[in-house]
């Protein structure tokens, strides 16, 4: 029944937190004001849209990501600086020009919106990873569910991007499809299959059980789990193959997670979920409530008021201007096929309040949720309460070695906080005046 009713509420979230038409709409507007400084310099200049706001994988705060395709020795990144300042389209103290990294960028935010940008030069790879990450949304239908899950759950504890300590929403979708593809259990693949089982299964895995120091991931050809040392024989200049270690599926010899220095905390996270979770749906659940939420799922996750208001504030400006993309239309078209949990739980749903009623997640509560922090009653449990009582094993448990491997037993960990940040500090936003527009709850 437990597992049911987080399939449910995973199910619920993802209607919930799924990008909006006037979202899509009021991202449109940012990407035009953006297109028109850039066509303004070059006329020449083909701007394209890749990463979450091309896939339709993106949270009512991510990120935009643009590329710049043109005829230039070297990117021009202070040129186009310098005009983003001129037209006011940006924060000035939003942009950055990071020449260094690995793939150089600009960061901005918004001016009117304060959705965040980056922008790049010349960069194919992105907008491949785009069209390779749709097909496998095609392949995948339960896909979708679980990334905005996991992002929401990353984006909280500050893991949700590589210089934050974090991983890439890259990496996170690659790890995604790897566990399905790699799944024990046939019918994990399946529409049908129960998201909540899945996402346990997800955290066992990358929270327990994948061997981090010795194995890489491999994506195509139907997917594997690689030595690291067959990796590195194929890699480019020099590299090693980094603590997550995900071979591209687009670029021979690139390692995806090589920037990912902080990709034990996510382990340490993940690991934590799993423990969290596993308690949650365990049959001793009825014997330690959760007093802090009313829902399973909302035992890891939380969302704030600030981003109700936000989609609110989003709602009213941008509501007459929507019309449906066809990310969104393939949103529905998904959503149609994944079944309910079975006919008990069906039963159960009906005399239990929606999650938009429950709100589960705390919605309106702007608690602070660490990795670390009593999001539920298991935090005050030893380990040894947790496991030697618990009596719980997953029908098909995933691990590395494509085995089924009962619940590992030993103490809880303390997962590594999220050094200090609420979800959406706004602190770290500083308003150079008052918006009339903008909420002023608004911290992202």
Known sequence: MF????HEEIIDFYDFMSPRPEEAAMRREVVKRIETVIKDLWPTADVQIFGSFSTGLYLPTSDIDLVVFGKWERPPLQLLEQALRKHNVAEPYSIKVLD???????????????????????????????????????KYSLLPYLILVLKQFLLQRDLNEVFTGGISSYSLILMAISFLQLHPRIDARRADENLGMLLIEFFELYGRNFNYLKTGIRIKNGGAYIAKEEIMKVMTNGYRPSMLCIEDPLLPGNDVGRSSYGAMQVKQVFDYAYIVLSHAVSPLARSYPNRDSESTLGRIIKVTQEVIDYRAWIKKKWGSKINLSPELDNRLKIRDQIAPCNGEQQQNKDSEPSYNQRLALSLASTQQLSSGSSASSVSSLSGSDIHSGMKFSMKGT??????????SSGGMRQPVGN???????RNIWRRKKHRDSLPISLSR
């Open 3 to 6: 597992l049911c009713t987080l």
């Open 100 to 138: 260094k990294a690995t793939v150089p960028i600009i960061k901005l935010t918004d001016q009117e919106t304060e959705v965040k940008v980056d922008i790049s030069f010349n960069v194919e790879t992105g907008v491949k990873a785009a069209r390779f990450i749709k097909e496998y949304m095609k």
């Open 398 to 407: 995933h691990n590395q070695g494509n085995s089924y491997s009962p619940v």
């Open 419 to 425: 050094r200090g940040h609420h979800q959406y500090n």
